[in-house]
């Protein structure tokens, strides 16, 4: 073997370890440099939401089941399922979460009403001073052809109505809206007496066969947590409300 041989064989070699160096400097250096703009964004969303004390209320429980789909799945077993993963999520952050219920009891004892249930849970978030009350809630209907998720404020509550803007916007991100559902004011008992923003999010359809299925599994409720989790930390940020677009007709 020539020494030119030699020489050209050392040079092409030296290339190629170079370039897999470099190729994996800027694989690395990207790699490194998302993770820590991602460790960034979590520690300034966190120091903006500490201390700040949530109630996640898993609509009905015990007796009261809810809705029922065509399959069983009862209204009650999915709310605390979701709650109990948006609970998890926001406590990741540093937010107090305080759960209306974390079991199939209800709050009253003894003889048991709808309206003394509720009277209780809304008292509970007053009591734990809350800076935001979320009741969590699976929709039904008689005809099984709608789908979709929507939340609720009570009318006249900007903040209600930023708070219910943030979630509706944050699930729709990740589980879509088909039927393109708006945040929409309605009154309700637990809003209308609750003492700080106040929400009820229908997170889907249980007279829907499709959607009761897809309520049951991991991944949808994984996915449906995540979005109100950023709704909720959103509302808390201080961020105005995603306010939905309006496109004028020009006058001709
Ligand atoms: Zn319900």
């Known amino acids: ?18 370039t897999t160096f470099i190729v994996f400097a800027i694989f690395f250096g990207s790699y490194q440099w998302y993770h820590r703009g991602n460790e960034q964004a979590i520690e300034a969303i966190s120091e903006a939401v500490k201390g700040k004390v949530v109630v996640l209320d898993a609509g009905h429980g015990g007796q009261d089941g809810g809705a029922k789909g065509k399959q069983g799945t009862l209204e009650k077993d999915i709310n605390l399922q979701v709650a109990k993963r948006v609970a998890q999520y926001l406590e990741e952050y540093g937010v107090t979460v305080v759960m209306t219920r974390e079991d199939d009891n209800n709050l009253v004892t003894g003889r048991w009403s709808q309206r003394a249930e509720l009277t209780k849970r809304v008292e509970k978030a007053r009591a734990a001073n809350a800076d935001a009350y979320i009741s969590i809630h699976c929709n039904s209907f ?96 201080g961020k105005a409300a995603p306010e939905k677009k309006t496109f004028f007709m020009e006058r001709p």
Not at 185 to 197: G, I, K, M
Not at 208 to 213: F, G, K, R, W, Y
């Open 142 to 237: 008689p005809s099984p052809r709608w789908s979709g998720h929507q939340t609720f404020y009570q009318p006249g509550s900007e903040e209600g109505r930023r708070l219910a803007l943030h979630i509706q916007n944050e699930l729709t991100r990740r589980i879509g809206n088909k039927d393109k559902r708006q945040a929409k004011a309605e009154d309700y008992f637990v809003l209308r007496t609750s003492h700080c923003p106040a929400v009820m999010t229908e997170i889907g359809f249980l007279s829907n066969p499709a959607e009761e299925a897809l309520l049951g599994t991991e991944n949808h409720q994984k996915q449906i947590a995540l979005g109100i989790t950023a709704g909720i930390l959103r509302f808390l940020e």
């Open 1 to 18: 073997m020539s020494v030119i041989l030699i020489i050209g064989r050392v040079k092409r070699l030296l290339m190629i370890a170079v």
